[in-house]
């Protein structure tokens, strides 16, 4: 759908402006909240005077889900329905529902009703006080146990490592500007650092405490696989968002780490060689019968790997600069000439 019928499916008074919002709701197995989801979503927008755009993304369901969100979509203009093949993962899911937004406001949601759609005049609240990305923070989670500590452990290491101090990083309920989209590419499971993402490009974002229901449809499509993709992500984002543009600075930190460290026990046992041999000591170092000697030469290796594989990367680097910049503009005066 273009944006011009988009809108044309609105009705709006002239006099009034009313804004554009959109939402992506990645589908996997939830045919039986998609109709009261929908129901309580227009709900919403339709008592806050929005423009509504409702993109449901089927990734691969094997129930009913798929001809109950066709359905929707041909009985309301502003719902649309797209339906994968296969499973993808929701990161694909939500970058096919990102290019089909037309609104200048998107926002994220579950299927499983589990997320609120009476929170959404808050998302939009906080955007209007300047904010650029708002995320949900589930503080009192329905979920068990074993889902809830690890995802806590997982939020405080993004936190720590990335410096975007957020409680809940992986809470499907977001609120975004459109524009981000243009500047953050989704694939494998990179859904959940979009804020990190957005904040290293200078976004600002925030987050805002949602309710958060207990599942009462379906079942959890999230195992442990879940949290091993998770912290192997949080590596690429540390990476992308620290050293894209200097990644020496990471990996021949390392580099010269077991070079000094390698270094200093070479350092020790050619002296303590030196020192019995000029002692006349009956007690000769022979270094190949040391276990230290080889643990060092490992180190010198691992040193000049680490060292030439920066250097590589630098060049990577450098042939591609400019095909993804490294900056943001959020404004430019006087404007650019078309």
């Not at 423009?51 to 969100?69: E, L």
């Not at 209007?128 to 074993?146: A, F, I, N, T, Y």
């Not at 500007?177 to 490009?201: K, N």
Request: net charge negative; charged share 25%.
């Amino acid at each position: 759908m273009s944006e011009n019928e988009y809108l044309n499916t609105q009705t709006t008074p002239a006099s009034e402006e009313r804004r554009n919002v959109s939402f992506v709701i990645p589908t996997l197995n939830e045919q039986d909240s998609l109709e009261e989801l929908h129901g309580r979503i227009r709900e919403q927008c339709d008592s806050a005077g929005l423009n509504c755009q409702i993109v449901f993304v089927d990734d691969g369901s094997t129930d009913r889900s798929w001809s109950i969100i066709e359905k929707l979509s041909e009985e309301d203009p502003g719902t649309e329905a797209i339906r994968f093949r296969r499973n993808f993962g929701k990161a694909a899911a939500l970058s096919a529902g990102f290019e089909a937004c037309c609104g200048e406001i998107v926002i994220t949601m579950d299927a499983d009703l589990q997320d609120d759609p009476d929170e959404i005049p808050r998302f939009l609240a906080q955007l209007d006080q300047g904010l650029d990305v708002v995320s949900g923070w589930k503080r009192v989670r329905h979920d068990p146990w074993h889902k809830v500590f690890p995802s806590r452990v997982f939020n405080w290491l993004v936190s720590t490592l990335t410096g975007v101090a957020l409680h809940d990083h992986n809470c499907g309920f977001k609120a975004y500007r459109r524009e981000i989209f243009d500047e953050v590419e989704l694939y494998g499971e990179r859904h959940r650092f979009v804020p990190v993402l957005a904040a290293s490009r200078g976004w600002e974002v925030g987050e805002i405490e949602v309710e958060h229901h207990a599942r009462r449809f379906g079942q959890s499509k999230y195992g442990v696989s879940r949290l091993i993709k998770g912290f192997l992500d949080l590596l690429t984002i540390y990476m992308l968002t620290g050293y894209s543009g200097r990644p020496l600075h990471l990996i021949g930190a390392a580099g010269m780490l077991f070079f000094a460290i390698g270094g200093i026990g070479m350092t020790y046992l050619s002296a303590m060689w030196v020192i019995t041999r000029l002692s006349h000591s009956m007690h000769d170092i022979h270094l190949h019968e040391t276990a230290i000697f080889y643990y060092c030469i490992t180190a010198l290796l691992l040193g000049a790997q680490f060292l030439l594989a920066g250097l590589l990367a630098e060049l990577i680097v450098s042939r591609t600069h400019g095909m993804n910049d490294s900056y943001s503009i959020a404004q430019r005066v006087p404007a650019e000439k078309t």
